[in-house]
């Protein structure tokens, strides 16, 4: 057995059979592994695709999504995403292709020291210099994207070490490593409970990775158990996130706030006494990193904080019996995150942002069960400010973006018995375009929709409020692409939308089709909804 074989195998045994890849010289011998087993590689046109598909599939699936990207060129292209990945706690393994072990300093083909790249863009990074412990390598490597915060994980691969013969497994490689918990402890619970007894109005603000849409199953046990609301913030406008409703004003009512693994950064004003009212502040996380800021940016606020597993902090908290109603204080929250901004009082003949996004998430809820991604500037919080946060995948706290295209395709492998609709500006859908085709080779029942301004809006918008209307140069695009028909070039559906009545009728036609298919709609550009 070769070490392609078992690294496979170990992937296999973790639970995961996909794999998303652009192939290369340095990483064939895993595509020959691959043939005999049961695994697939869904197999993309540039290697950034591939890590955002992994991070749909992971986003969607609760599984770690695995990226599979060829030496020097190849690994270098996979790297822009690890940022936003990182950010939004997403598990994911980067898997990397690299130049021969026994070629080490000799100036071999696509020879380049790839974990001092990569090491400040995920969780940890190191390259494999012992074909038996491949195996161990990657189970370790899937469970560390899990462990604690999840987020990127990087591993390179020798090409020499992948052609080697195993000669003795390393023990326990074939078990799916199971989660160092760390729980929270007896005397640390005491402690929440006490300030829970003297609170009238609690708040539990989260990571992303504590999402609804990540954790169904979690948050069906904490709503039968618990009245506290729980808010995760996942978007780079923070407080401002039109999608959190009167988030500025639930936090100013709010007299203590149990942060888990949220960082206390520019989402939240920096924890500042203008942005968050109440002394009384318990801080979770199992990052010491954020700890440590926490401290430094709440000062004395904070009563408690201390390491925990995430997952396992928000579930004994919700069980705790601190003898408290909290449901009126639990409905008023719901009614705040629920308010949104008035439609726009404004006469043109185009759809606008708000039209469009309401008209297409009302069709898709009369009539299929669907996942959502949201992506872009201005146009993407349109979309999240209408879209069932339940249900909803962003492209995260980052300010990333263009990774919607591929996480769609990863989440449709993830969920193959939903419809993935996703929503986009233009500037975002020109980013990885070429993945329409790989939709399209696997038949996926995915919608996009592309809400057409002829500019990145968020720019704009900045050069017309920064600088002044005749400002606002070079951010512009023009009304010659035809979406559409790039999409039927690629045997994909296209429709081209200018119209209300039309929208509706394209969306239900998707839906029916369950192909692939691009909506380029014509719209007015408008800045995003903000209270």
Same mark, same amino acid.
């Given at each position: ?131 038996? @412990?491949?195996? #161990?390598? =990657?189970?370790? $490597?899937?469970?560390? *994207? %899990?462990?604690?915060? +999840?987020?990127?994980?990087? !591993? ?5 070490? @992948?052609?080697? #013969?195993? =000669?003795?497994? $390393?023990?326990?490689? *074939? %078990?799916?490593?199971? +989660?160092?918990?760390?729980? !929270? ?8 409970? #006490? ?12 990571? +992303? ?323």
């Amino acid at each position: 057995m070769r070490a392609s074989d078992l690294l496979i195998k170990s992937i296999l045994n973790s639970g995961i059979n996909k794999i998303f890849s652009l192939s290369g010289n340095q990483i064939m011998p895993i595509f020959d592994s691959v043939v005999d087993l049961d695994i697939e590689i869904i197999h993309c046109r540039h290697e950034a695709s591939a890590v955002f598909m992994a991070d749909g599939y992971a986003q969607s699936s609760g599984n770690t999504g695995i990226a599979l990207v060829t030496a020097a060129p190849g690994f270098t292209n996979s790297l822009g995403p690890l940022y936003a990945i990182n950010a939004n706690q997403s598990p994911v393994l980067l898997l990397s292709g690299d130049s021969p072990l026994s070629q080490n300093g000799l100036m071999s083909f696509q020879e380049l020291n790839q974990t001092s790249i990569s090491k400040r863009l995920v969780k940890t990074s190191w390259r494999i210099e012992d074909a038996n @412990l491949i195996g #161990k390598d =990657i189970t370790k $490597a899937i469970s560390l *994207t %899990n462990n604690g915060r +999840p987020g990127p994980v990087h !591993i390179a691969l020798p090409f020499d070490i @992948l052609n080697e #013969k195993i =000669i003795n497994i $390393a023990p326990h490689e *074939t %078990n799916t490593s199971k +989660p160092n918990n760390l729980i !929270i402890k007896p005397d640390k619970l005491q402690a929440i409970e #006490k300030l829970l007894l003297k609170s009238q109005k609690p708040l539990i603000i989260t990571g +992303p990775s504590l999402s609804e849409s990540r954790n169904k199953d979690l948050y069906k046990q904490l709503y039968s158990s618990t009245n506290i609301p729980i808010i995760t913030m996942n978007s780079p406008r923070g407080s401002n996130d039109p999608s959190l409703g009167k988030l500025k004003l639930v936090l100013k009512e709010a007299d203590l706030l149990i942060f888990i693994d949220k960082d206390i950064d520019f989402t939240l004003g920096f924890g500042s006494k203008e942005r968050i009212s109440s002394d009384n502040i318990i801080y979770i996380s199992c990052n010491d990193a954020s700890i440590n800021h926490a401290k430094k940016m709440l000062g004395d606020r904070t009563l408690i904080n201390f390491s925990a597993e995430p997952k396992s902090a928000i579930a004994s908290i919700s069980k705790l019996k601190h003898n408290q109603n909290y449901e009126s204080w639990f409905n008023h929250v719901k009614i705040l995150l629920a308010s949104r901004p008035n439609k726009p009082a404004i006469k043109t003949d185009k759809l606008t942002p708000y039209n469009l996004c309401k008209i297409a998430v009302n069709e898709v809820e009369n009539n299929t069960d669907a996942i959502y991604i949201s992506d872009g500037g201005e146009f993407g919080q349109w979309a999240q400010s209408i879209i069932p946060k339940s249900k909803i995948l962003t492209n995260g706290p980052s300010g990333a973006i263009g990774g919607a295209t591929p996480q769609a395709i990863g989440a449709s492998f993830a969920n193959p018995d939903s419809i993935v609709v996703c929503f986009m500006g233009d500037g975002t859908a020109g980013f990885q375009i070429a993945e329409w085709e790989t939709a399209r080779r696997h038949n996926l029942p995915i919608i996009y929709i592309i809400g057409n301004d002829q500019r990145w809006g968020a720019e704009v918008e900045i050069q017309i409020r920064e600088y002044g209307q005749d400002r606002a140069k070079y951010c512009m695009l023009d009304n010659l692409t035809r979406y559409d028909q790039i999409a039927e070039g690629m045997g994909c559906k296209g429709h081209f939308v200018q119209s209300t009545g039309e929208l509706a009728k394209v969306i239900n036609e998707a839906i029916l089709s369950k192909k692939t298919t691009i909506i380029d709609i014509q719209m007015d550009g408008l800045p995003a909804p903000s209270f």
